[in-house]
Structure formats: C-alpha cells, structure tokens
C-alpha cells in the first residue's frame, strides 16, 4: 500500500509539474488558460526542453529533480496567487487524473514497448545525444517526442517507473479540454455542434482507448487529432462572425500548439499539415490583410512552432541521416551515422507490408512486390483485418453513437442561431487523408482510428444540432453520460486488473509497478560491446555510432 500511495504522489507531482510550465508558456502569449490547455501547453514546452537539453546531458535522476521542481515551483507560485480560483477548477482535474492512475497500474505493456520505447527513453536518461542511434534498432529510427517527455520522469525512488506515463497527461489534459468546450457550450446555449462533437469525442477517447499500455505513441496523437479538428470546426463559427485579431489570435495558437505535437509524436503526421493550410484558406479574405499577417508574424507562438517542428525533425536526421524516416529523398547516404538508402527502402516497404496485412512477427506473404502492387493486397486486407478490427472499431463507434442519441433527447431545435459553418472544405480535407491512409498505411494506430470516429460524429453532431436545443434537462443528460463514460473506463481497467493479478499474479497494492526483465536493457547490452569503437568529435561531445562497426556487432 505505501508503494502505491508513492507512485500516486509522484504522479500528481509530475502533473503540478506539467501545469507549472503551462503557466509559464501563458507569459509567451499573454492569455489566460484554462487548466487543459496549461497542461498541453506545459507538455509541448518540456518537450522542447528535453529535445535541447539531451544535447548537453543525460536525462539523469539529478537532471530531472530540477526540471520538475521548477515546474512545482512556478505552479506553487500560481496557487497562492489566485487559490480560490485554481482550487475550483483543479476539481474536475483531480477526479480526472485520479481515475486514469488506475488505467496506469499495469503488469504488461504493450511488446513496442520494450522493444523500443523503454530502451530508446533509457538511452536518453544515461546518455547525451547519440548521432546515429537508428542503427541499433529499427524503432530507433523514428523516435516520438513522448520518449523524450518521458525521460524526464525518470527520478528518485521512483526511478523507471513513470517513464510510460506521458500518454496518460496527454490523455488527461485531453479530456478536460473537451469537458471545458462541452460545460462552455452548455453555459451560452449556442453553437450545439461543438458541443455535440465534443461529447462524442469523449465518449469514444475513454471507452476505445481505455487500456493505457496499448496508447503508445499512435493514440496521444489521435486524441490531439479529435481537438484539432474540433478546434478548426469551432474557429469557422467564432471568427466570421468577430473577425479580429484577438479571435484569430486565439484560434491560431491552439491549432498550432496542437499540431506541433501530433507531428512530433508521430513524424508522418505531418500530412495534417493541410489542414493548416485549409484553416488559413479559409478565412484567406482577412488572413491576408496586412494587419493579419503581421499578427502571426509578431505572434512569438509562431516561432515556437517553427523551433518545435525543426527540433523534431533535426533528431530524426541525428538519428538516421533522413529529415523524414523513411522517405528516402529525404535522406542523406554520406554521413558516418547514415542508415544506407537501400535498407530505408526495405523499411519503407517492410512498413506498407506490414499495413496491408502482408506480414506480422511470425509471417510474411510471398512475393511482397506483387502483393503490394495493384491492390492484390486488398483481399487479404479485407478478411483478415477489415473484418476483424476494423469492424470491432465501427462497431464500438456505432455503439457510442447510438447510446447518445439514446440518452440525449429533447425538443427539437428552433434556435435560428445554429452553428455557422461551411463543411465541405473540410470534408474534401478529411476525404483526401482517409484516402492518403487507405492507400499507404490503412491499419487503424496510423490515423484509421480517428477518422472513421469523425466521419460519424460529424453527421451526427449536425443531426443532434438540428434535433435538439440546449436545455436543463439536456445538461443533466450530459453528465449523466459523462458519469456513465468514465465508470465504463474504471470498469473495464478494473476487469483488466484482475485479469492480470489472476495470470500474472500482479498486485497492485503490494507492487504497483510495471513487470521489468534484465532483457528489456539489451541496448545497454550493445551498447557495452562498442567499448570505444566511436568516433569522437568536439571533445567526446557526441556519440557518433558507425555504420560498419554497429554491422560487425549484430
């Protein structure tokens, strides 16, 4: 029991933490946030410190004490500052956090985990910049900024423990961020929609992804998606009807800082950059007016942005030698850390093989080149992953829909001052993406996930806001739905809990920890065997790992 009361605390440290540096990220902007956005802002700056800091140092014990102490400190800071205040509204966020901490308590993560996310995080805590990790391991080559968030969770006592637990902040700071639009919306009787599709949102986030072991790094990204479309969504009614540069303002900075960390976590999201690009288009009538332009161009979140996209992007070329792994014309052949052209083909294909359920761990289609050209693969596909688990995800959003249209009913909707929005931009937008995944990557981590949710929730969203108006009985409704979402997600990690205290004898009150074995450290194995086969350069500032030395090792 002391060990799980422990861990609880290290926790909720860790989250003042996070809120901490939110407050610092409002003084780059000037606005005020709510506690969601102070937790996301909070992540994305230290992400951006763990990508600088690595550079210079290990994410060690001691390196990690300072960074979450000041973060405990600007927090402290701000409680007893405006108390009454952030103790008010710190409510909803303690339930939150208190009931994902059980989706926490695991015996078994998922296998990436040990195959690459632990080792890749480990090698951030015990060492600085390593140019070239990606020869070591295939999953080295495309490192996810939430490596980088969870290395700084690495601290006494606690040790290794923590170093899964960035999907549940992002998770957590998600969820009050929608609960935030849905009691706003609830509170000025407008613009239904958003809170419909926020709703939705919620119900399918807390039910489909309650298994934390399994988020990864594919579903913190897909949540942040579900924000940034319903923040592009809500910006079309907000900003034509107060066209200022406040408006703008605040609607460009939350879609920036949402985008930068769906790129970061995953760096082929960086297709989502069209609806950017989309959402500037369409309010090209005063974007390009000279006072708009100079806002984002004054506007230092515009730089942040810049720095955080580059920052990714540069670790990945540190990594493997490509700006884009594994694009190949992205890449650089002439560099001593470069992972050679052909095998970033043969993972590029190995990746499209994989996707088109053309391979697994334990089989592999003959002939791939066929396999994958001309749609041969679309068979297989169909009947060994469509009618599996792409039909259990249609069905379990089928389910959530069809339980709320059950639970919110009510008068239909003779407000005049419905939600102005013009959908098919977006539409074509959302099409062209489920498209780009269909062809290249149709498995569901890779996008699938959220945009068979939104292609439901949309309509659905525009029928509830055509149905219903906004009333007692229907905030009632709400939490009530609210309520019933998140006992389904205490249920369901309670059954999983018990599950794995019957097969793996797992006890959470007399060791709460995640199972951990000598062999989840084989990259400090391998790494040993390199002895001082390294180039050094500057001093032993980097590590610069050789292509042919890591070749004789293997």
Known sequence: MEKLLIFFLFYFAIIFSIIGYGNIFSLVSNRSYSIGEKGLNGILFLIIISYITNFFSPH???????????????????????????IKEFKTAFIIFSILFIGLLMHKNHDDFFYYHFSYTISLIEYKKILGLGLLNHGFRTPSS???????????????????????????????ILIDKIRYQLK???????????????????????????????????ILIFLLVITYIESLGILKKKISNINFTIYYE??????????????????????????????RYFIFHKKIAFTILKNRLTYIFISGISLSIFHVFLNTGCLVYPASFTCFDNLLWSIPIDQVEQMKNWYSLWSKAGASPNFRVDNPEI????????????????????????FVIFLVSLICLLILKGKKNDNSNSYDKNFTPLFLILFFLFLEWFINHPT????????????????????????????TKLMKQINILIIIVLSVFIVKNISRLQYEN?????????????????????????FSKLNFNYREKNNNYYLILDYNIIKSIN
């Not at 968030?149 to 009050?176: D, Q």
């Not at 569901?444 to 009333?471: D, M, N, Q, W």
Request: charged share 10%; with cysteine; hydrophobic share 50%.
């Open 60 to 86: 060690s014990a001691y390196h990690n004490v300072i960074v979450i102490i000041i973060g405990l400190l600007t927090f402290s800071f701000q409680l007893i500052k405006n108390f009454k205040n952030i």
């Open 146 to 176: 939430i490596f980088y968030l969870n290395s700084l969770f690495y601290l006494p006592h606690i040790k290794y423990f923590l170093i899964n637990s960035g999907a549940v902040f992002i998770m957590g700071f998600s969820n009050l």
């Open 188 to 222: 000025i009787k407008k613009y239904s929609f958003i809170l419909f599709l926020s709703v939705l949102s919620f119900a399918y986030i807390n039910t489909a992804f309650y298994r934390i072991a399994e988020h990864g790094t594919d579903r913190s990204a897909l």
């Open 254 to 283: 939350k879609i920036i800082v949402l985008l930068i960390l769906v790129i970061s976590l995953k760096s082929f999201y960086l297709i989502y950059f069209v609806l950017f690009f989309l959402w500037l288009c369409q309010f």
């Open 371 to 394: 396999y994958l050209s001309n749609f041969n693969w679309l068979p297989r596909w169909f009947s060994t992953y469509f009618f599996t688990k792409i039909s259990d995800t249609i």
């Open 444 to 471: 569901l981590r890779y996008g699938g996930y959220t945009l068979f949710a939104l292609a439901f929730f949309i309509p659905i969203s525009i029928f509830l806001e055509k149905r219903l108006h906004i009333h």
């Open 502 to 526: 019957d097969k793996y004898q797992y006890n959470l009150f007399t060791n709460p920890y995640f199972a951990i074995e000598k062999k989840n450290f084989h990259f400090q194995e391998i």
